[in-house]
């Protein structure tokens, strides 16, 4: 669903991602994992056309996308959830879903698909508040949801749990497993939660000074890896 070739990206004059392989199959989730500051945000936004590269090539479902724009890239396909969140503090929670079915390759006009609800109940009854009246794990609830509606065939999420209370975390982990066992969808995680991470990833890849320096199977990790380049 994803190649990255040799991708190499930089802010400003300072090289970020070096050569950056990197492979997810359809269906499957792809852990991306590392300390702090090692680039991980900077390949997603790179994936979803936020920052353009230097050099590489990235492929999508079979198509060259290098210098598609973010906007071709969420049409396409693409979902991306980015750290922090994002939704819109003004907007209610409906019309943040409605934006997020701008996406859908039917075009406008659609409604808000009753799965979702399904997925995230407690949006259901929160449907007329604002968005930034939301707690954190309600807008990281929202952030998601936004994103499905329009239904993506890869989803990009940026550490779906940075400051989110337990309860919430379990209902993001569910969310990630159902979308996994259904097999339509492709994610690439990235997360410091080592154990979440972990328990719903198929594939690791492990990222320090911007490049990958380990990567395999999930199951196969080993101490030895965690310990030199996850643990602080």
């Known amino acids: 669903m994803l190649n990255i070739r040799q991708l190499n990206c930089s802010y400003g004059e300072t090289n970020i991602l070096r050569n950056i392989n990197l492979t997810i199959p359809a269906g499957k989730v792809m852990a991306l994992m590392g300390r702090n500051g090692v680039g991980k945000t900077t390949l997603l936004k790179t994936v979803m056309g936020l920052l353009r590269p230097l050099a590489g090539e990235i492929f999508f479902d079979g198509q060259e996308i290098t210098h598609w724009t973010p906007e071709k890239r969420a049409s396409g396909g693409i979902g991306y959830v980015p750290q922090g969140r994002d939704i819109f503090p ?14 859908h390759k039917a075009g406008r006009g ?15 009854s929160m449907l007329l ?21 329009s239904e993506p065939k890869l989803l990009l999420l940026d550490e779906p749990t940075e400051g989110i209370q337990p309860s919430i975390v379990l209902q993001i982990e569910n ?13 690439l995680l990235v997360e410091q939660y080592l154990e979440f991470a972990l328990r719903l990833a198929d594939y690791y890849y492990i ?18 890896v965690i310990a030199n380049h996850l643990t602080v």
């Open 90 to 103: 003004y907007l209610t929670v409906e019309e943040n879903l409605l934006i997020g079915l701008e996406a």
């Open 110 to 124: 659609m409604a808000i698909p009753e799965g979702i609800f399904d997925l995230f109940p407690a949006l259901k």
């Open 129 to 149: 508040r604002k968005g930034g009246n939301l707690s954190g794990g309600e807008q990281q609830q929202l952030a998601i949801a936004r994103v499905l509606v």
């Open 175 to 187: 969310t990630i497993r159902f979308i996994k066992e259904q097999g339509t969808i492709s994610i």
């Open 207 to 224: 990222m320090e000074k911007g490049s990958i320096v380990s990567e395999g199977i999930t199951h196969d990790i080993s101490k030895e």
